[in-house]
């Protein structure tokens, strides 16, 4: 895959036009920049998203008395995990129902993975259309890491 | 337990392939895997050697008929196939004698299938009732695209109905996308995926699964690209993706 084909883009463009772009229209334009897809052939494995998947047995959210169930702010587990996301979205959805500004505290995240950081995205888009304040708190560099690696840093706003 | 339908209105992109082929990965790791073939064409079963569909598949199910456990068939270790069965179409159709309804499927998947770790699901190519039972009855979608600017126009199409969806059912799909059958060395592929990274920066599963002859040949076989040719690209290709769905590894755009 030569880097010239991605230079180009611009003159040779051949989509005319977008059809996704409703979809969103915060999203960067990828298009103006020097992009490099990293598909199978050359990804080593050290520069795909490692969420250091650790197995080890998450808090139950339902250890959580109810009366601090909707209220802010979440603490997020160290260890998001796609196991964990329906859980985790009855929480959010509760506490966003609940509330007008809702903080969300990613410091103990010590390992995220793709599903998570999809909820967390489809949050903060939920949020802005109800007109609500979703803020995400004290990341730790792990979510930071992760979030950059996938361009999620500006949506997220942390 | 996992429950992801395999969807994307288009026909033709590749969610046969990524059902047969993705599941049988999963399965060679070990974890147990159960798919369903919703599509009352049946081509999954095919595609796994199975032609006999006198057998009763998930239609009897969702008529309340059968029960789940009476429908399965073992095809492979750790992989069971539940086939469409023969009346799966009439459900889509809305005939007189078949019951109008979203919720079939969901409830045909609340017993029997407990201790399986992934629940997979091959939809049809079309937007009727089947694939509302479909929606109604995951949390999960996983899309295979192919690389043509058309498919964009689908894609967002179906976006449109999962957002539907999502509103009317108050719930959020975790989606994934798959390129089931890029051709690299055509300059729109390129383009495509790069549109396509731009709106789902952290969906797009990391491998690309290629076109190739073999992929197109082994369905006639009613074999896997896993035991039709084990050491080709397009097994290493699914075993990748097998990793990449089961750990959420994505590809992303590097800055
Ligand atoms: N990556 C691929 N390379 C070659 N042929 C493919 C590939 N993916 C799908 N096909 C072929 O394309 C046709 C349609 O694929 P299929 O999986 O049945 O699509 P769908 O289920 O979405 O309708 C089939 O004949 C299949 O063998
Ligand atoms: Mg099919």
């Known amino acids: ?158 | 337990m996992r429950v992801v339908a395999i969807i994307n209105q288009k026909g033709g992109v590749g969610k046969t392939t990524t059902s047969a082929n993705l599941c049988h990965a999963i399965a060679e790791l070990g974890k147990k895997v159960t798919v369903i073939d919703l599509d009352p064409q049946g081509h999954l079963a095919v595609s796994l050697g199975i032609r006999l569909q006198q057998h009763g598949g998930i239609d009897e199910v969702m008529r309340g008929e059968k029960t789940i456990q009476q429908q399965i068939i073992q095809v492979r270790d750790n992989l069971q196939l539940i086939t469409s069965g023969s009346r799966l179409q009439e459900i889509e159709q809305l005939t007189e004698n078949s019951p109008h309804r979203g919720d079939l499927l969901k409830n045909a998947l609340q017993t029997g299938l407990e201790c399986q770790d992934y629940v997979f699901i091959d939809c049809p190519p079309s937007s009727g009732l089947l694939i509302v039972n479909a929606l109604f009855a995951t949390d999960e979608i996983l899309v295979p695209m192919t690389s043509d600017f058309l498919a964009l126009q689908g894609l967002s199409h179906l976006m449109g109905t999962v957002k539907k969806f999502e509103k009317v059912l108050k719930k959020q799909y975790t989606s994934w996308l798959v390129i089931s059958r890029y051709t690299p060395n055509r300059k729109i592929s390129r383009q495509v995926l790069n549109i396509l990274l731009s709106h789902f920066p952290n969906q797009i599963l990391a491998t690309t699964i290629r076109e190739t002859t073999l992929l197109a040949e082994c369905p006639s076989f009613g074999k896997t690209i896993l035991e039709y040719s084990p050491g080709s690209q397009s097994a290493k290709d699914f075993r990748k993706l097998a990793i990449d769905f089961m750990e959420g590894r994505v590809m992303y755009v590097k800055k």
């Open chain 1, 1 to 158: 895959m030569s880097k010239n084909d991605e230079t180009e883009n611009d003159k040779n463009n051949l989509i005319g036009y977008d059809p996704l772009a409703w979809m969103d229209q915060e999203v960067e334009d990828y298009a103006k920049e020097e992009i490099e897809v990293l598909q199978q052939s050359i990804m080593a494995d050290d520069n795909v998203l490692e969420s250091n998947y650790s197995n080890q047995s998450l808090q139950d959210a339902d250890e959580n008395d109810d009366a601090n169930y909707n209220q802010s702010p979440v603490h997020l587990d160290a260890a998001l995990s796609i196991q964990n996301v329906s859980a985790l979205h009855e929480k959010l959805k509760k506490v966003l129902t609940a509330n007008d500004y809702i903080e969300i505290n990613l410091s103990d995240v010590a390992s995220i993975d793709t599903a998570t950081l999809q909820l967390l995205v489809a949050l903060k888009k939920d949020s802005v259309k109800l007109q609500k304040t979703v803020v995400f708190n004290s990341p730790s560099p792990r979510f930071i890491e992760s979030a950059k690696l996938l361009g999620l840093l500006e949506i997220l706003d942390v």
